[in-house]
């Protein structure tokens, strides 16, 4: 078994890496060895794209949950009556746009809806010939199929899953313990630092604000910003990255840092930057009526506080 | 933005789960909200089969090592010369049979080689438009593609990967920080305990065991084997059980366990349980020169350390 050695493999750079050309000699000590048997572990866009589903009983239930969060469109094939979780999300107007369901079984190859219509197809149903009658016809056109509750009829599993906003983590056993896999992820979240979800989300926000500053897509330049969001991460740590959401920081990061072609180190950029006059005035200018409204009652409160304090003032003074 | 709220979601059953009917009525306090803006998270079964890689840089050979790790065929289309751990993946007879290398490059729709033939392809190359092709002509024909460095132009991205054996792990950011994913990668490792490898080898021998004992899919049969299963692990925690991969040790838990409808504590378990006589003389049976050789040496020192004594004691009594 090729699973009772370590196999953490080669430290992978980011998704979005293009160094090149790095000088080396081949010798095999320096490449890991390669451990078959593991899985390719993925994070996949579903956005608007086409799910069949087959079942509706609690494991379709969980299946929809998430299918519901990647904003895929799901297509329920399965006779009443449904999970009530499955039916609520059908009535709910905030996810009923994303799912047709069929009120009948599924029929196999006899049936009008054709599995080469989706991106992938999921069964969760206690009929097996049927099961594996779906998953030959989704081998023989090559879509991606999950047959609940037999392994072998997998071409993807969903392991155990923990989701902080724009954070994912999949924790796969590879079949061998789910059980386990949940156990892993409950010490994942208690490891995770509290603001993580935050730290992630304002570090998207600089990245995107350092791409609208030097846009283009790899090459010198793309190299140039990926180093620098690197090195800049590296000295700000995790749980300093929260306070990217603030959009002073960010600019001060970005005037001071990026333009200049040096770090920032967080003990530089106090919360809430100091405003130059323009940018208050900018400010100003977006106020909306309740901001105006909200001026007005303090001015008219501060008058009312004022002339009440100078007239107790005044007399105490006359006595 | 949906990312600024906790969206852990509820916590999922295992993928293997068939529990039904759980009654309940339907009322949205029940029913966590849907946070969009979600990847689907997966394990891809990729065993033999073909993936198109077009590129032959660092970024693919990060490609490479992880499809070679998951037992895919890879077929490479790039133009000499390739990264240096390429070229050493493609001469290296261990994963030569698992790789094709197209020596030319990739020439869109023209070419003879169609993303039709694959069931995943990826590029890394630095030539955008030929990038743009490929990922058109994938999507006309419903082919899931990763384009390195141009997320709009990808179905499905990679994030940091975390392997311990059978474990694997996946932390996305959803493109939003992949240095931020690589931390959170770091802070992960260091939380798991030292054996977890072990202790998944040692559940998933366990849990085949079971199923050879109890086969069959779903029904009552397969929930009373996923309940006990998951009491089990829960008795036993994380760290105690890397003890399964001890053969005695299962076998004393399902007799003494499953068999008798019971938990057995890990307190109540010896490691090396004690043996029957048969037992005893099916591994003496097994025994190679070396073990033959050790009880022979054996036989000899007690021998030569009793005689010792006994003239010893015998000179002492004697005067």
Redesign the interface.
């Given at each position: 078994?090729?699973?009772?050695?370590?196999?953490?493999?080669?430290?992978?750079?980011?998704?979005?890496?293009?160094?090149?050309?790095?000088p080396?000699?081949?010798t095999?000590e320096?490449?890991?060895?390669?451990?078959?048997?593991?899985?390719?572990?993925?994070?996949?866009?579903?956005q608007d794209r086409p799910i069949l589903l087959i079942g509706g009983?609690?494991?379709a239930s969980?299946r929809l949950?998430?299918?519901?969060?990647?904003?895929?469109h799901i297509t329920i094939v399965s006779p009443s009556p449904l999970d009530?979780?499955i039916?609520?999300?059908i009535s709910?107007p905030?996810?009923s746009p994303q799912i047709t369901w069929h009120d009948r079984p599924y029929l196999g190859r006899e049936d009008s809806i054709k599995v080469?219509e989706y991106?992938l197809v999921m069964t969760a149903i206690?009929n097996?010939p049927l099961s594996q009658e779906v998953c030959e016809m989704c081998r023989e056109k090559?879509v991606?199929v999950?047959v609940?509750?037999?392994?072998p009829q997998?071409?993807?599993?969903?392991?155990?899953?923990?989701?902080?906003?724009?954070?994912?983590?999949?924790?796969?056993?590879?079949?061998?313990?789910?059980?386990?896999?949940?156990?892993?992820r409950d010490?994942?979240?208690?490891?995770?630092?509290e603001n993580?979800?935050?730290?992630?989300?304002g570090?998207?926000l600089l990245?995107s604000e350092l791409r609208k500053r030097a846009p283009g897509?790899?090459?010198q330049r793309?190299q140039e910003r990926m180093d620098w969001?690197?090195e800049l991460?590296?000295v700000w740590?995790?749980a300093q990255?929260e306070r990217f959401r603030d959009e002073q920081v960010r600019k001060y990061v970005l005037d001071e840092g990026w333009e200049k072609k040096k770090m920032v180190a967080p003990s530089e950029v106090k919360q809430g930057q100091r405003k130059t006059t323009a940018e208050i005035w900018e400010q100003v200018k977006h106020f909306g009526h309740t901001q105006w409204a909200a001026g007005l009652g303090g001015f008219g409160a501060g008058m009312a506080v004022a002339t009440v304090a100078t007239i107790y003032l005044t007399r105490n003074a006359a006595r």
């Open positions: 078994m090729s699973a009772s050695r370590e196999a953490a493999g080669p430290v992978p750079l980011p998704a979005d890496t293009t160094t090149h050309g790095l080396s000699s081949s095999s320096e490449y890991p060895d390669i451990q078959q048997g593991a899985s390719l572990l993925l994070a996949l866009r579903l009983g609690v494991v969980q949950y998430f299918l519901l969060e990647s904003g895929a009530p979780s039916s609520y999300r709910d905030n996810t080469t991106d206690d097996n090559r991606m999950n609940a509750d037999i392994p997998c071409d993807f599993y969903f392991g155990a899953q923990l989701r902080k906003g724009p954070l994912q983590i999949l924790i796969s056993t590879g079949g061998l313990g789910p059980r386990a896999g949940a156990m892993i010490i994942i979240r208690n490891a995770l630092p993580i979800e935050e730290s992630v989300e570090v998207g990245r897509v790899g090459g793309g969001m690197k991460c590296d740590g995790l990255m």
